[in-house]
């Protein structure tokens, strides 16, 4: 199969009419194959002389028009310029070009063209993707930035703004010095600043990393002023620098409330996202041991409501690949992990809380998750820059699920690959139980919030109110007579299994016994129907030998 490669200059109106021709010509023959391609008018010349000193060709007009074989390789054949072409095209298929003026506007519309794809890339290469830091010295960020390179966002250049405060400048340096002997091709720069707001002043993804350790704090009300403290000031130097189409990505262990209190002090974004993806990794990890599948095959598990929170991970809507059960199919095919798992209470009995989980890690490894958190970000930026079918993140709430409006809740959603629009799936079954879950969750944010503000009289009146919002079970009445519900019929159902099973057994074991007592009567019976015939041959072998003596006797007698 051949393929002709068609260069010209932009402008050039028989690079128009060759442009056309081979357009017809691949159009009406599908074995006819065309490469096209512009060369601005500075840069023609010096292409020309290249390519023909490559090859040992003579040209010197525009376009040039050659013949190569697919996939073969090697030097093409040279055909020459447009006559050329256009004889071979009216020898061999029977096709002409057009010409005149239809001819002249498509050079122009060639030459906008190609002047507008110049100026795209000349974008790309100098305009890179920005990524501002905000709390950079995190060890997480060490994780984190590498990722970003190698590859992501079709390999554009990446710049880095690492922003923290002057305390945290050698570990912000020694990032830098490991970002730029990375050497990959995608690296553009790296800043370093303590001042957020130009930090943030024109990036394209803004990731606050929280300097939030909840195990300083003994009780929830330093927590939660703390956490006002820390977004406020963020807030305030950022909400004039940032645009609105700038992503606000916020991870750490009070991020839902952080997103409300950045709404609260007027940061005008509708791109403010929470990581919510550490605790579905930790779902998979688990889930994928005990079905024996890798994690990639686990996928669609939800994070609900607030996060880091016991339990709030669940796979009630998670699908399964390649997992060897009852019904096992090709490896495109998926089954609910709830059929997968047989076990009702999984989530329930295997789910740790985020800090559990973290004190386990740091007492092995003396650091905290920094890899597997840094990995959840990845995946969070990586989704909304590619899109998603299927993702778990907080986001504003809008009333679904009979939420709070502003309230930052974590929901399963997809993301439009093109637009980068988030929306909440709501077309998804949910339990009575996930329904409770999240409306608790809710309140919860929203008297933490209250709480943060100091909207509440007193500390002993904050804390109440956080204890009588609180998401769990125990604390829940109407879940808590749900669950009391289906426990006492669980055990009813227990209850009368037992019982027939001891009526049945009691029912066998009487039937055994009537059948022993048969047995035994019908040996009796045997025993004693053998006993009479022994008589019976006794007495008649005793009359035989009576009968003979008394026939010896009367013989004796004669």
Avoid at 114 to 130: A, F, G, Y
Wanted: charged share 30%; with cysteine; hydrophobic share 35%.
């Amino acid at each position: 199969m051949a393929k002709y490669v068609i260069y010209g200059q932009a402008d050039c109106p028989n690079y128009a009419r060759a442009e056309l021709l081979a357009d017809d010509l691949s159009f009406n023959l599908p074995d006819f194959k065309v490469h096209k391609e512009t060369i601005s008018q500075d840069k023609w010349q010096m292409f020309l002389e290249e390519i023909c000193k490559k090859n040992g060709w003579t040209h010197n007009t525009s376009p040039l028009i050659y013949r190569e074989l697919v996939d073969r390789g090697g030097n093409g054949t040279y055909l020459g310029d447009f006559k050329a072409f256009q004889t071979v095209a009216k020898h061999w298929y029977g096709f002409d070009d057009i010409v005149g003026e239809e001819a002249q506007n498509i050079a122009k519309e060639n030459l906008e063209a190609h002047l507008q794809l110049e100026k795209d890339r000349m974008k790309e290469h100098t305009e890179p993707v920005k990524f501002a830091i905000i709390g950079a010295g995190n060890p997480v960020a060490y994780q984190l930035l590498p990722l970003f390179l190698g590859g992501f966002f079709d390999k554009k250049p990446k710049s880095f703004v690492l922003c923290d405060t002057n305390d945290k400048f050698d570990a912000l340096q020694g990032v830098q010095m490991e970002l730029e002997d990375l050497s990959v091709d995608d690296y553009h720069s790296t800043l370093l600043t303590d001042n957020m707001t130009s930090a943030v002043t024109s990036a394209d993804y803004v990731i606050i990393l929280e300097d939030i350790d909840a195990l300083k704090y003994e009780e929830c009300f330093s927590l939660l002023h703390y956490t006002n403290e820390f977004y406020k000031s963020i807030a305030e130097s950022i909400k004039g620098a940032i645009s609105t189409s700038t992503k606000i990505v916020l991870s750490g262990y009070k991020a839902c409330v952080g997103a409300q209190l950045l709404k609260y002090y007027d940061v005008k974004s509708d791109n403010i996202t929470v990581v919510m993806t550490l605790d579905e990794q930790r779902v998979r990890s688990k889930l994928s041991k005990q079905l024996q599948v890798h994690p990639e095959d686990i996928s669609q598990i939800t994070v609900w409501g607030n996060v880091p929170l016991t339990d709030s991970a669940r796979t009630t809507l998670g699908q399964v690949k390649n997992h060897l059960g009852s019904l096992t199919g090709p490896p495109w095919h998926s089954k609910s992990v709830s059929e997968a798992v047989v076990v009702s209470d999984w989530d329930t009995a295997n789910m740790e809380d985020k800090t559990t989980r973290d004190t386990e890690i740091m007492s092995k490894c003396e650091r905290g998750p920094f890899m597997s958190t840094a990995l959840a970000i990845y995946r969070h930026i990586h989704a909304l820059v590619n899109g998603s079918d299927f993702f778990t993140m907080g986001i504003e709430s809008k009333g679904e699920f009979d939420t709070d409006h502003g309230v930052f809740l974590g929901v399963p959603v997809s993301i439009d690959e093109e637009t980068g629009c988030v929306k909440v799936k709501q077309d998804v079954e949910l339990s009575e139980e996930i329904k409770e879950l999240i409306r608790l969750q809710n309140n919860q944010l929203i008297v933490e919030k209250q709480i943060a503000l100091s909207e509440h009289e007193d500390i002993s009146t904050a804390l109440q109110k956080l204890e009588e919002a609180l998401w769990r079970v125990v604390v829940t009445p109407s879940l808590g007579r749900q669950l009391e519900d289906t426990e006492a019929l669980r055990i009813a159902a227990e209850e009368e299994a037992r019982i027939a099973a001891e009526k049945q057994a009691i029912e066998e074991e009487k039937k055994r016994q009537e059948e022993e007592a048969i047995r035994e009567a019908e040996a009796k019976a045997a025993a004693l129907l053998a006993d009479d015939k022994d008589d019976q041959m006794e007495e008649q072998v005793e009359t035989e030998e009576t009968d003979g003596q008394d026939q010896e006797n009367e013989d004796e007698d004669q």
